[in-house]
């Protein structure tokens, strides 16, 4: 089966950084991606990993590591408008007949503080 | 459009009421996916869609809940006798191919927020 693993919550500082871990076991693995999802809004794409390593977009900048089923968030300079939920998803091709499925974790609430 | 577009965005149901929710992927995108996010919680995979054939519908709760795309474009997502625990929000993403070497773009709509009360 699949299986994603993410903390629930996390607080931090404004202007801080601060790494968002994510676990996760798949039969089929094809692809991380990371979302940030504001309340009341639509998730909305920030960063993907299919090869090993760390993939760097502005503040944000996402890892991978498939031997080790864990990829994780890395979010520098904080601001209070990221302060949202953070969804780690895996693409999955093996397990599901034939095309790719992604598959959300819980999300990680994140509060930024002054 | 632009982008996908899902109708309506917030509906308020009497429990035992149908409901139909729309989305309207991006034309000329293959694969359709319908998720379920309840208050707090990660999108749940309900059903997929490559052009009209609904490959898996393995994450449909109930057969209470029924999905179409009769013509490969707009899809409809059906839920009969509604009850409170179907009380989330409904998000339908769309992405351009199908194949495993897929790019990595997933385009989600704003989604259709229902309240079964």
């Known amino acids: 089966g699949q299986n994603i693993d993410q903390p629930t919550e996390m607080t931090a500082t404004e202007g801080a950084i601060v790494q968002i871990n994510c676990t996760y076991q798949?039969?089929?693995?094809?692809?991380l991606f990371w979302y940030q999802q504001h309340a009341g809004e639509a998730p909305t794409f920030l960063s993907y990993?299919?090869?090993?390593g760390l993939e760097e977009k502005g503040r944000f900048s996402s890892f991978l590591s498939r031997s080790k089923g864990y990829s994780y968030l890395l979010l520098k300079e904080l601001q209070m408008k990221d302060s949202a939920s953070y969804l780690c998803?895996?693409?999955?091709?093996?397990?599901?007949?034939?095309?790719?499925?992604?598959?959300f974790g819980a999300g990680t609430r994140l509060a930024v503080h002054p | 459009g632009a982008g996908v577009s899902q109708s309506p965005r917030y509906k308020v149901a009497k429990r035992g009421q149908d409901v139909a929710l729309r989305c309207d992927p991006i034309?000329?995108?293959?694969?359709l996916f319908w998720y379920q996010q309840a208050l707090g919680q990660g999108p749940e995979f309900l059903t997929y869609?490559?052009?009209?054939?609904?490959?898996?519908k393995s994450g449909l709760p109930s057969d209470r809940f029924f999905a179409e795309r009769p013509e490969g474009s707009v899809s409809t997502l059906k839920i009969q006798r509604t009850q409170q625990e179907d009380s989330a929000v409904y998000l339908c993403?769309?992405?351009?191919?199908?194949?495993?070497?897929?790019?990595?773009?997933?385009?989600f709509g704003e989604g259709s927020w229902l309240t079964v009360v």
């Open positions: 993403a769309s992405s351009l191919g199908s194949d495993r070497s897929s790019g990595n773009t997933i385009y």
């Open positions: 798949t039969s089929g693995f094809n692809g």
């Open positions: 990993n299919v090869l090993d």
């Open positions: 998803a895996v693409r999955d091709w093996g397990s599901s007949g034939g095309y790719n499925k992604l598959i």
């Open positions: 034309s000329g995108h293959v694969s």
């Open positions: 869609f490559q052009n009209e054939a609904q490959l898996d």
